[in-house]
């Protein structure tokens, strides 16, 4: 099974062609066929390999 770094997952963040992965609960999924059902008008762009929390 591949392992994955912070850095790694920062890079499949489904822009530019790329998928777009997530880890959860030690997993890594691919959410590239979700993320456009989840982008509307209140998507708020963030920077590659930006992470959602603090």
């Known amino acids: 099974m591949r392992q994955f770094t912070k850095e790694d997952l920062a890079w499949y963040d489904g822009r530019d062609g790329v998928a777009a992965y997530i880890a ?18 209140n998507h708020r762009s963030r ?4 992470g959602f929390c603090p």
């Open 47 to 50: 920077e590659r390999g930006a």
């Open 24 to 41: 959860y609960n030690q997993r890594v999924y691919d959410v590239s066929d979700k993320r456009k059902e989840a982008v509307n008008e």
